[in-house]
């Protein structure tokens, strides 16, 4: 009998040492569905917050693109405004050199009595073309400033589209 009672008590101590490890197998259950149930809710967040990332870039290169168009149009436009006054300065320029040329051929006509007035509209005259000289030269260096800034500008704009299509 002494060996049924050690058989009984090793069968025993194995079904409890069994009924231990089928709870840890429960728990280790229960905790990997916990765990997979985390996981999935990170997963989903994580591709919510993938998407709103992808709209935001792409609303922000369509708005950088109309942006881009933009700019390039109100360039087109401030170089042919610009281009029409420098040429209606140079006309306004030929004119006031003509005009000049009529004011000589007067002075031998109505001779020295208006010579004094020659000199002053010489003068007045040559002032003239010195401040439009002057003012053909600075339209000429800002379109020359536009061009530049519209080919930095559209270079940032080529390398942020790269950067956010990239």
Do not use: P
Not at 12 to 19: F, P
Not at 30 to 45: A, D, H, K, V, Y
Not at 74 to 90: C, G, N, P, Y
């Amino acid at each position: 009998m002494a060996a049924a009672e050690v058989l009984a008590q090793n069968v025993e101590e194995s079904s409890e040492k069994l009924q231990q490890i089928i709870d840890a197998i429960e728990l280790a259950s229960t905790q990997m569905t916990e765990l997979s149930g985390q996981l999935e809710s990170t997963n989903t967040s994580l591709e919510e917050a993938k998407n709103s990332i992808i709209e935001g870039l792409e609303a922000t290169t369509q708005e950088f693109e109309h942006t881009q168009t933009e700019f390039a149009s109100s360039r087109d436009e401030m170089l042919s405004v610009m281009t029409s006054l420098q040429e209606s300065l140079t006309e306004l320029e030929e004119k006031l050199g003509n005009g000049g040329e009529t004011v000589d051929g007067s002075e031998n006509e109505f001779g020295s009595a208006n010579e004094s007035r020659q000199s002053e509209l010489d003068s007045s005259l040559e002032e003239v073309i010195a401040a439009f000289n002057q003012l053909a030269a600075t339209i000429s260096e800002m379109e020359e400033n536009a061009e530049s800034s519209s080919e930095e500008t559209e270079s940032f704009f080529n390398d942020f589209t790269e950067n956010v299509k990239g």
